[in-house]
C-alpha cells in the first residue's frame, strides 16, 4: 500500500487533539495504552532515575496534545520547554496545565508513572509538580531552518521527543538534518531521547490517515551519527499483536539517547 506524504497544511486542517487522543491514549481504547505507553515510560523513568541524565532544562519537542512523556523528567529537571507545531495540540497542552475542566484526561498514565515510582498514593502531586515545571508551550516546526523561529531558545541539559520526527521528515536525510538542528539547542555534553516507532508507514486518526517515514534501525543509527551525536543506548521491542495494523503499520517501538559532543 503506498502512503503519500502528509503535508504540514494537512496537520493544520485535520489533526484533530481530541481525535487523536481517544484513538492512541483513551484509557478504554486507546491503540497506544498498553504497549507504547509501558515501553515509551519505563525508558523515561529509568533513563532519569538513573542519575545519567540531569541538570535544570529539559526541552520536548513534538508533544502534540499529549504530556505523559514529561511526568518522569519533572523529578529531575526544574524547569520543561515543551512544543507543538499545532496550534490546536498547544491549545490542549495549555488547557492541561490550567487544569481545565473539559482538558484531556492522563489519570490513567499518570497512576502508572507513580507507580513506576513507587508512589501510588500521589497523583494530584504528580500532576501538580508536572504543572508547576512546564514554564512555555512553544510552536516549533522541524521542517524550519530555526525550528523554534523567531524565539531564542536557551540550550538544554536534555531534549526529548516522542512519536514525532517521522511525521514531518519525507525521508531519511531530511530526518538527520532535523536531528543535526536540533543540536544546536542542546549544551555541549548534553542529551538528547528520541521514542518512536521503526517500518512504520501510516496512522489513522479516525477515518483521516496520516503519512509516516519508515525506518529501519540501521537507518535511525545512521542518522544519529550523521547528524553529530554519540550513541548511549539503543532499545527496540517488537510489537506485540493487541493492535490493529489497520490502525498504524509499524513494526517496532525504539528508544535512542544520544549525547552531544563536548567539543
Ligand atoms: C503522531 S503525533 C505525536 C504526538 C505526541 N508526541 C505523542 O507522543 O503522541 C505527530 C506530531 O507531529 C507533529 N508535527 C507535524 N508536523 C510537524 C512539523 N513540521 N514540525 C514539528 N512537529 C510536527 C504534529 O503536530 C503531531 O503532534
Known amino acids: ?67 505523559y512523556h514529561l511526568l518522569s523528567a519533572c523529578e529531575v529537571f526544574s524547569n520543561i520547554i515543551t512544543s507543538d507545531f499545532l496550534e490546536q495540540n498547544r491549545i490542549q497542552l495549555q488547557k492541561w496545565l490550567r487544569k481545565d475542566p473539559d482538558a484531556l484526561d492522563w489519570t490513567h498514565i499518570v497512576k502508572f508513572v507513580c507507580e513506576l515510582e513507587g508512589n501510588s498514593e500521589n497523583l494530584e502531586k504528580k500532576e501538580e509538580k508536572l504543572r508547576r515545571t512546564v514554564s512555555k508551550v512553544l510552536k516549533c516546526d522541524a521542517l524550519k531552518s530555526n525550528p523554534f523561529d523567531p524565539v531564542e531558545m536557551p540550550q538544554a541539559d536534555c531534549l526529548i521527543s516522542c512519536l514525532c520526527l517521522e511525521a514531518p521528515c519525507k525521508d ?52 544519529f551519527k550523521e547528524a553529530g551525536y554519540e550513541i548511549v543506548k539503543v532499545k527496540v521491542a517488537p510489537r506485540l499483536k493487541k493492535l490493529s495494523m489497520d490502525v498504524t503499520d509499524f513494526g517496532s517501538y525504539y528508544y535512542v539517547h544520544g549525547r552531544k559532543p563536548c567539543s
Not at 502528509?6 to 478504554?28: A, G, K, L
Not at 508507514?201 to 490517515?209: A, E
Request: include cysteine.
Open 1 to 67: 500500500m503506498e502512503t503519500l506524504y502528509t503535508p504540514s497544511q494537512t496537520y493544520i486542517d485535520q489533526f484533530d487533539p481530541v481525535d487523536y487522543y481517544n484513538t492512541y491514549y483513551n484509557p478504554e481504547q486507546g491503540a497506544m495504552v498498553e504497549e507504547w505507553v509501558s515501553f515509551v515510560l519505563k525508558n523515561l523513568h529509568e533513563t532519569f532515575t538513573s542519575g545519567e541524565i540531569k541538570g535544570d532544562l529539559l526541552i520536548d519537542f513534538g508533544a502534540g496534545p499529549t504530556i
Open 172 to 223: 531519511v536525510e531530511s530526518f538527520t538534518d532535523v536531528l543535526r538542528k536540533l543540536k544546536d539547542f542542546i549544551k555541549p555534553g548534553g542529551h538528547i531521547v528520541i521514542q518512536s516507532v521503526l517500518n512504520c508507514r501510516f496512522y489513522y486518526i479516525g477515518q483521516k490517515q496520516f503519512s509516516c517515514l519508515s525506518l529501519t534501525r540501521e537507518e535511525l543509527e545512521r542518522a
